[in-house]
């Protein structure tokens, strides 16, 4: 359980971070802005057509008396909803990180620098990360999938899928919000998707803590946009933490204002996977 509350520490900690670096904090807006105008149309025009999707989806309905026509194509209608939501919170951040590639990373490196330490770079061209970011996140996306039509199929079960099953569906989504977010500082150090994966199952509540909450956060439109930047901040500071890196100057109020002398450390040679 220690892990779960340290997880949330990383989580407001990369946020006191970007608070303590104004520069830095309006840099990782931009991504965030555009991203959120994208996606905001596209459940707008869920929740329009959500209604419609669920008559032509029930056709053996038609006669069915009432209350229950109603009911089954309310829920139906809400589950829609819910889905395109939840795929909405997952792919949010993958899309962000992808659109704002140089900026986060180049967050991520200073939060490493004012740790102290190495600066770990990829040694790869632009091109070449924005790829295997995008080749990443669609793997991960792959898998929510399949974790959301069966938390979609379980959604019909009476009371645990009013229950237990939204309680499982913040869960997936924290975790793979959380690894989305390490993959900037971990992508870094040479870590192929496989071994991120690895690398998150050995601290799960560690996982958790950071992400659960910020997932919960980010069904807040708004709230995401200006939490982006402090994410990707503590999840570096969370990456640390994994690969087992000490922790330099972070906690000093002060630390990182003046322009810190770094060398950027060579990765480990890049597998392909």
Known sequence: MRDLGAGFGYLIKGQRWVARHGRWFGIGLLPGLITLVLYAGALVGLGYGADDLADWATPFADD???????????????LVFAF??????????AVTLLVGQPFYESLSE?????????????????WRELWISARDSVRVLVRVALYAVLLFALGFVPVAGQTVVPLL?????GYFLAEELT??????RGLVLKDRLVLLRGRRLLVLGFGVPLGLAFLVPLVAVFLMPGAVAGATLMARDLMGEGSGVGDDPDAGDEEAEGTVASPP???VD
């Open 64 to 78: 069915w008396s009432s209350p229950w026509l109603g009911l089954l194509r309310t829920t139906l209608t809400v």
């Open 84 to 93: 395109g939501l939840f795929l909405a919170v997952i792919t949010f951040t």
């Open 110 to 126: 200073e939060v490493d620098r004012a740790e102290g330490g190495e600066v770990h770079g990829s040694g790869l061209p632009l």
């Open 169 to 173: 569906g913040f869960c997936v989504t």
């Open 183 to 188: 993959a900037v500082a971990l992508q870094r």
């Open 269 to 271: 040679p890049y597998r």
